[in-house]
C-alpha cells in the first residue's frame, strides 16, 4: 500500500511547444531510424541497477523498442577516472543522441562533459546541490532527470516506532558524496525535531564501511541513498546484527537485502519517470533546460522481518499490513 510523502516537488504541468533539442539539434529523430543513448552508471548495486532496468522498460513503452534505439552502457564501478573515461567517450561520440547518467556522480561528471545533446540524470538526491541544475524548477542547461530525494523525517519516525528506545542513530557515508552530505543535514534536522541524536563517521572508500560502523556506538543506524556505503552493505548489516540493534534504510532493495525496514522509493519506478522524460525530449516536445526535475510523490513501506527478529524488534501487525513488501 503506497504512502505519500511531500517530497521533492516537480515543478507543475509546463506546456512545453519547443520542438529543438538543447545544443542546437533541430527537432526530434525522424520516425523509422536508429537513436542511440549512452548509460553510465556509477556503481552496481541493487537500486541503481533497477533504475537502468526500469529506463528500459519505459524507453520500449514509449516506442523505443529493440529496432529503434541502440544502448551503449558502461559501468564506472566507483571508480572516478573510470567514471570521467566513460563519460568522456559518450562526448565524443558524434552518433550519441542522448546519455543517462545514474547516480550523482556520474551525473556531475556527465554535465561537465556533455554539452551538445541531453543529459538525463537519474537516482541523484540532490540536483541544486550537486550544481546540476540551476533550479528543479528551471535547469536552464541540458541536464534535468529524476531525483530520489527520501522521506528521511518519515524514515526515522519509522524507527522511532520500532526502536523506541533508540537515541543514538549512526550514519555511515562517503565524503567525496555531495547527495550524502546533505542526506546527513536532513538527517540532522529530523533528530533534532524527534529527539534523536546522530552520530556520523566518513568514508572514502566501499572497503571502509564495516570498520566505520564498527566505530559508531549508537543504538541504530540509517542507511542513506549512498552509493558506495549501499554497494557494500552487507558489512554495516554484520555490524548490527553483532550489536542488535535495527538499521533504517533509505531503499526498498536495501531492506530486502537484510536492513530492518524503511519508507523508501520505487527505483524500477523512478527509472519508468526517467524513461518518459527521455523520451519527451528525444521527440522534441520538450528541451532540458526547461523540463522540470521529477520525483516519485510515492513512497512504500518495506519491512524485513527476519532481519528484525535478529536484532529482537517484533515487527507490530499494523505495519506489516500497510507494507509494500515484507521479507
Known sequence: ????????????????????????????????????????????????????????EGMSEAGYDAGSVEYDFANAQADQATNTS?????????????VLAVATPTAQAAAQSISNIPVVFSAVTDPVAAKLVDS???PGGNVTGTSDKNPVLE???????????????????????????????????????????????AISAPSEVQQAANSLDVDAYYVPTDNAVVSALEGLLQ????????????????VERGATATYGINYEK????TAAMAAKLLKGEAEAKSMPVETLTDVDLYINEGAAKKVGIDIPAELKEKAAEVY
Request: hydrophobic content about 45%.
Open 1 to 56: 500500500m503506497a504512502t505519500k510523502f511531500a517530497a521533492l516537488a516537480a515543478a507543475g504541468a509546463l506546456a512545453l511547444s519547443a520542438c529543438g533539442q538543447d545544443g542546437g539539434s533541430s527537432g526530434g529523430v525522424p520516425e523509422g531510424e536508429t537513436v542511440k543513448i549512452g548509460i553510465a552508471q556509477y556503481v552496481s548495486h541493487p537500486s541503481l541497477d533497477a533504475v537502468v532496468t526500469g529506463f528500459k
Open 86 to 98: 566513460i563519460v568522456g567517450k559518450f562526448a565524443a561520440d558524434s552518433d550519441m543522441d542522448l
Open 270 to 273: 523512478l527509472g519508468k519517470q
Open 136 to 138: 528543479l524548477e528551471a
Open 155 to 201: 524514515q526515522l519516525q519509522l524507527l522511532k516506532e520500532l526502536a523506541p528506545d533508540a537515541q543514538n542513530v549512526g550514519i555511515v557515508y562517503s565524503s567525496g558524496e555531495v547527495n550524502s552530505a546533505s542526506q546527513v543535514t536532513w538527517a540532522k534536522e529530523a533528530a533534532a525535531e524527534l529527539g534523536l541524536s546522530i552520530k556520523e563517521a
Open 239 to 254: 555490524t548490527a546484527q553483532s550489536k542488535k540493534v535495527p538499521v533504517i534504510a533509505a531503499d526498498g532493495e536495501s
